[in-house]
């Protein structure tokens, strides 16, 4: 069998296993998802021949939309869910039919004070805000840290998100660009949670600013690694302003738009193509792939690995990487109506708008780390909830959003991966089971009240550990960034776009990259930056 061809070369004469005259592509790209496709849409719209080989049946890896309840007209965004590095910039230039909505709410956090159910509500508009604060902590000091808190962050993301699809700057060149000595001593030297505990004497306060530095990482506060401090630094800079935004039509609805891209350009998408070994001498390369015809070889002038720095490590040859560990419990629901809250005094439809909070208090954080690090599953998970569809009811059915269903998405912290690995349902099960728990603490109603159930009468709702996704989407230890996050400045032997591996025609551009991590494209565009790049020169 012969590999699939580019469209400038459909009808040259078969070329032999070692020659890349006829048959050869500008550039092969492993794996379709995100970040994948967006380098193929650059590539392409420029003019080189791409070829998009990717294991599954389809393209979109971890940023897709799915029905994944039998007979349920539920359009859920599996694995990924909210919008917010991905930059304007690679929309418009690759002219995709994507767009996002913003939340009217950030953020509410239910908590009891004085044996009295109450909570944190941030958004909705300066005034509410200054008063759920007030409420909550019984002065205006909290709410006043909080603006100057970030304020300061806001004025980092403006000076730093323009950065993720330039060149690479240096350690210093990239302090400078932030021109606040205070500030890069708190984001970049510093642990994080010493900045937070100088501006905040609240603890759920506090914990709501941390759990921005907990998402897909497991670390303390105070960490010395400064994983917390990177993690941390991603979600507050997207798109200058640390929004995070909801995709209309799902997650989906992005990939879609991006593999309609690249193929409209020229790209060659072939699903069911299991890249399983690359050879390079520097210069050209052979991609040698399995499908359901047998094995074949592709020939490229470039690879562009769209997965893991260990994924890297086996196709080529080379020592992996150190393991990398996922920290996450993703359960997604569909519910017959939101649930009522204990706290009179909030919407649930304004209060799950935003991000919902559940046992993340500084201290709660602090003890479900130091159990999880102890090999035990928190006794009181924190997690935190969204709901889609309140912002975006078009990925419900008619039926389901006229009779006023929605989907619930949690996103559960400090659960590695080692905690699983005895027995990985069992514990999923039991997580799950107190993290719910946590969550019915705060409502009026059990949860399980109001969950759906599928055309088996089943419940509406599915749960996913660290060893599910790596199973599922090959995520390494299930670490939804493939490894911990990087600085995005400099770093040795990566090359001027933080993409290069040791070989020179060898290209990282998927979530491992420097900058890479969330839905951003930013890896793909700057890997297809730098293709161009050389070939240019």
């Not at 299991?274 to 210069?283: F, P």
């Not at 099960?429 to 159930?453: F, G, I, K, N, V």
Request: hydrophobic share 40%; aromatic share 6%; glycine share 10%.
């Amino acid at each position: 069998m012969t590999p699939p061809t580019p469209p400038s070369a459909r009808h040259a004469p078969h070329a032999s296993h070692a020659s890349h005259a006829s048959r050869a592509y500008d550039a092969v790209i492993v794996g379709g998802g995100h970040n994948g496709l967006v380098a193929a849409a650059y590539l392409a719209r420029a003019g080189r021949s791409v070829l998009v080989l990717e294991r599954l049946d389809h393209t979109g890896g971890a940023a897709v939309s799915t029905r994944p309840f039998a007979g349920v007209d539920a359009r859920l965004s599996r694995y990924s869910y909210l919008v917010s590095l991905l930059p304007k910039k690679i929309v418009r230039e690759l002219d995709l039919d994507f767009r996002v909505r913003g939340r009217t709410v950030s953020s509410y956090t239910p908590v009891e004070r004085d044996g009295r159910p109450t909570g944190l509500l941030v958004g909705g508009d300066e005034r509410r805000t200054r008063e759920s604060f007030a409420r909550l902590t019984g002065s205006d000091r909290e709410y006043a840290a909080w603006q100057r808190f970030y304020g300061m962050t806001g004025r980092v993301a403006q000076r730093v998100f323009p950065t993720l699809t330039e060149p690479l700057p240096t350690r210093d060149e990239l302090r400078r660009r932030v021109d606040d000595e205070a500030a890069w001593r708190a984001l970049f030297e510093e642990p994080i949670g010493v900045a937070i505990e100088e501006h905040f004497a609240d603890d759920l306060v506090r914990g709501v600013a941390l759990t921005d530095a907990l998402i897909g990482t497991f670390a303390d506060a105070h960490d010395p690694g400064l994983s917390q401090n990177r993690c941390f630094l991603y979600h507050v800079i997207g798109g200058g302003t640390g929004a995070w935004d909801v995709p209309v039509g799902g997650m989906g609805a992005l990939t879609d738009a991006l593999a309609d891209a690249a193929r409209a350009a020229g790209a060659v998408l072939a699903p069911g193509h299991e890249a399983v070994r690359i050879d390079t001498d520097g210069r050209a390369a052979e991609v040698t792939y399995r499908c359901p015809d047998g094995e074949a070889v592709a020939a490229a002038r470039h690879v562009l690995v769209n997965a893991s720095p260990q994924e890297l490590a086996t196709l080529t040859g080379q020592a992996p990487p150190p393991p990398a560990e996922g920290a996450q419990l993703k359960v997604n629901m569909l519910l017959t109506r939101l649930p009522a809250l204990r706290d009179p005094g909030t919407d649930p439809h304004e209060a799950f708008a935003g991000t919902f909070h559940i046992a993340e208090g500084y201290e709660q954080l602090a003890t479900a780390h130091a159990r999880a690090a102890a090999g035990e599953p928190p006794e009181a998970p924190p997690s935190e909830i969204y709901c889609h569809s309140l912002t975006d009811p078009t990925i419900l059915g008619p039926d389901l959003a006229a009779e006023g269903m929605h989907t619930l998405t949690l996103f559960g912290l400090h659960t590695p991966a080692r905690l699983f690995a005895g027995d990985n349902d069992a514990v999923r099960e039991r997580l799950l089971a107190s993290t719910l728990a946590q969550l019915d603490a705060h409502l009026a109603e059990p949860l399980a009240d109001c969950l759906a159930t599928d055309a088996d009468g089943r419940p509406c709702i599915e749960a996913r550990s660290p060893l599910d996704l790596e199973r599922d989407l090959r995520l390494p230890g299930g670490h939804i960034f493939h490894r911990d996050l990087t600085w995005p400045h400099a770093q040795e032997g990566t090359g001027p776009w933080g993409v290069g591996t040791a070989q020179p025609n060898v290209l990282l551009c998927g979530a491992g990259a420097v900058r890479g991590g969330g839905v951003s494209g930013v890896p793909g565009h700057n890997a297809a930056m730098a293709v161009l790049d050389r070939s240019a020169s």
